[in-house]
């Protein structure tokens, strides 16, 4: 299983992304039925796409997910306790940052961004 940050998905739909050929190279040697989304992954991504793109990219990323079956991962009262744990010892990432590593730790899944301070945080997890 993989957890992809919405950077990934946003550097995919979005062509002038100068991370897009990185994305779609992630996504080309994934297994996309072993990828886990959540919905703060799934808000984030849609809210960027909107703001960087348009709705049509917002609709391909909604319409990759359900012709792939991919659901979206509820929210564990496990996952928020590590969520609160990660966002107080790494002061350079966001709450939602933290829910979405927290996540693919407690699934036992690997995580993909090009956040540097994000990679950072996962490492420091993983140790």
Not at 9 to 29: G, P, R, T
Request: hydrophobic share 40%; aromatic share 12%; charged share 25%.
């Amino acid at each position: 299983m993989i957890v992809m940050d919405s950077c990934i998905w946003v550097a995919l739909f979005s062509e002038k992304d100068s991370c897009h050929q990185k994305a779609y190279k992630i996504i080309e040697n994934t297994f996309i039925e072993d990828v886990i989304i959540n919905e703060h992954i799934y808000a984030e991504t849609l809210n960027v796409l909107r703001n960087k793109t348009s709705d049509k990219e917002c609709s391909d990323f909604i319409n990759l997910l359900r012709s792939h079956k991919i659901d979206l991962e509820p929210m564990e009262k496990e996952i928020t306790t590590l969520a609160n744990f990660i966002f107080f010892h790494n002061q350079k990432i966001s709450f939602t940052d933290s829910i979405i590593i927290a996540h693919a730790a407690s699934t036992d899944s690997d995580f993909a961004t090009f956040d540097f301070n994000l990679q950072k945080a996962w490492k420091k997890l993983k140790k």
